[in-house]
């Protein structure tokens, strides 16, 4: 009931302001109360005025510049309400062609992620080009999955609880999980979700790359529990960092290829006139899976071998979805 009573009171606060919007000239009170449901029906002039006045007070304490105009020549209550939309109204937005560049920079990282209609939308909405000759291509990975990303996305924007098969930092198999998500986040290039454990009954961060499987909603939308107001003060790297899985690996190294893992190896030999074996230390587990697929026949990841068979694996996985 409490739920359905917020509910009501934000919609009509959103039908008054809406109403005092297209009213520019202002509106008495008489008029509000016939063209606002709950006012219009209202058991009685008591009930309008006490539900009327904490209203005003809401829009106020929202920073909506609400007017209150006296006719004191009239008869009774002439009062007259609006909106002042010079305040009301988001200034014009003015941006630099430095600013505009890094803009379709980053909505060109989801060029071809699940996000790509929502960041054109926005740079159509702030007057931006999606296109210039002048910048260079992008080429960046997201760091999830596109359809794990767009279901965890939904469910937080929906507020719905999510079910998944999950492997945590270490496991050789997943274990189910249903969640109330709270938040998605990316720190250092991969995506994480943040919400309330059903089974562990705590708060609980989940590394979007980790969740094998399909991401399933588990509930209605809204029907997830609400983030604890605590959340914003909470360290959340410290929640992530032991979250990472960070090793060191063995690789051959096809000559003349992967410079980017050969720009941070440790130790390089060559092994003959096409292959060098490279040494790295201290890389993040899912990331470096990422990036060593990413080369193709060019590099062989020999150690550690539960990496090698998650590299096998997503190659399988991205050969056979290609077919």
């Not at 009685?44 to 609400?66: Q, T, V, W, Y």
């Not at 600013?99 to 054109?120: I, N, P, Y």
């Not at 931006?128 to 960046?140: D, G, I, K, N, R």
Request: proline share 5%.
């Amino acid at each position: 009931m409490a739920g359905n009573s917020a509910q009501r009171r934000t919609e009509r606060l959103l039908n008054l302001v809406v109403y005092l919007l297209d009213s520019p000239r202002g509106v008495n009170r008489a008029a509000i109360r016939s063209s606002i449901e709950d006012y219009r029906v209202s058991p009685s002039n008591e009930a309008f005025e006490r539900m009327f006045e904490r209203d005003k007070r809401d829009l106020r304490d929202l920073g909506i510049p609400l007017l209150t105009v006296e006719n004191p020549s009239g008869a009774g209550d002439n009062a007259s309400y609006s909106i002042d939309q010079s305040q009301y109204e988001l200034p014009e937005i003015v941006l630099t062609p430095q600013e505009r560049a890094v803009l379709v920079v980053a909505a060109r990282a989801w060029e071809q992620g699940c996000l790509h209609s929502a960041a054109a939308q926005g740079l159509r909405k702030l007057g931006v080009a999606t296109t210039s000759q002048s910048l260079p291509p992008v080429a960046t990975n997201i760091g999830a999955n596109d359809a794990t990303f767009e279901a965890v996305y939904q469910a937080v924007h929906d507020r719905r609880p999510i079910s998944f098969a999950y492997r945590n930092s270490g496991a050789a198999t997943a274990a189910a999980r249903q969640v109330d998500p709270y938040v998605l986040v990316s720190h250092k290039g991969a995506w994480y979700v943040i919400g309330k454990d059903a089974q562990r009954d705590d708060t609980r961060v989940f590394r979007l790359s980790r969740i094998m499987g399909s991401v399933e909603f588990a509930g209605e939308a809204g029907s997830a529990q609400t983030p604890p107001v605590t959340l914003g003060q909470m360290d959340i790297s410290a929640l992530i960092e032991p979250e990472q899985d960070v090793v060191s690996a063995v690789l051959r190294v096809r000559a003349g290829a992967g410079n980017a893992i050969r720009r941070i190896a440790h130790t390089v030999s060559h092994v003959d006139e096409n292959w060098d074996r490279i040494w790295v230390r201290e890389v993040d587990f899912d990331r470096f899976v990422s990036q060593v697929c990413g080369f193709g026949p060019d590099v062989v990841l020999e150690e550690p071998a539960d990496m090698r068979a998650a590299v096998i694996e997503a190659l399988t996985t991205a050969a056979k979805a290609h077919r």
